[in-house]
């Protein structure tokens, strides 16, 4: 989500009079800031087009095809369309990540979006060293300390038919000192679904590690703990209230609409504070 908010910040700084010559500056302006784009569109609409010095923005609609805003993560189409716009556009100019955002909104920043992702793109994505560091890091969180390490070797998701997805990971393990990994191949399908629109849930899944079945209860246990990190209520502590809308999945794409807003600081802070 930082990263996100960084790509955000960065296009409404391009909405300044200076830069507003019309929609296709606009759009010029993002393709240089991005690693490649193949097709981009933007629309703004705003009138009286003054109201634009003032960081009020009616609507602002996008539409991309092959966005890769950094190296390796390719999106294969993006549509975005959001509400109207109330910013700081000097304050935002000086900070250009998540905090400085919601410091330079003046009301919440809303829209709604559609993404869809290749089967191909995303393995690519799981080649990208950043991707792998992060991956890592939460292979490390759920083993326990006194464990050998696990090292994440390879990684591969599968689009499979009916809304299930296939996962084959590759870890190795060394359980000596200057021994040989030991390696551990395995492979999960599991369905997803959607519960209250902010979480995602595991259904029906399955996994095989070296060729033997996990047993079915010691897997459910793995994937309850896994779940809570797939719960968008997470955000919420950082001013992102984030909802799926729909998801579907096919032999080659994995698209889905999603609502987000982002809160102002100001409101984040007077906001009441509420008991799970």
Known sequence: MEWF???????????????????????????????????????????PNYQLIQGKIQRVRLASRGLEIVPSLRIQQVQLETDPIDVDLQALRENRNLPGLRQALRQPLQGAAELVLTEADVNKALQNATVKERLQKQIDQRVPADVPRFQLLSAQVDFLPDDRLGINLELGQQLEPNAELEKLAITIETGISIQNGDRLILVDPSAILNGRRINTNILNSIIGSFSDNLSLKRLENRGITARILRYDITADEFSFSAFGSIAPEKEQKNAPKTVD
Do not use: C, M, Y
């Open 5 to 47: 908010a960084i790509a955000l910040s960065t296009f409404l700084t391009f909405l300044a009079p200076v830069n507003f010559i019309g929609d296709q500056v606009i759009a010029n302006q993002i393709r240089q800031r991005v690693h490649k784009v193949e097709d981009l569109s933007v629309r703004v609409d705003n009138a």
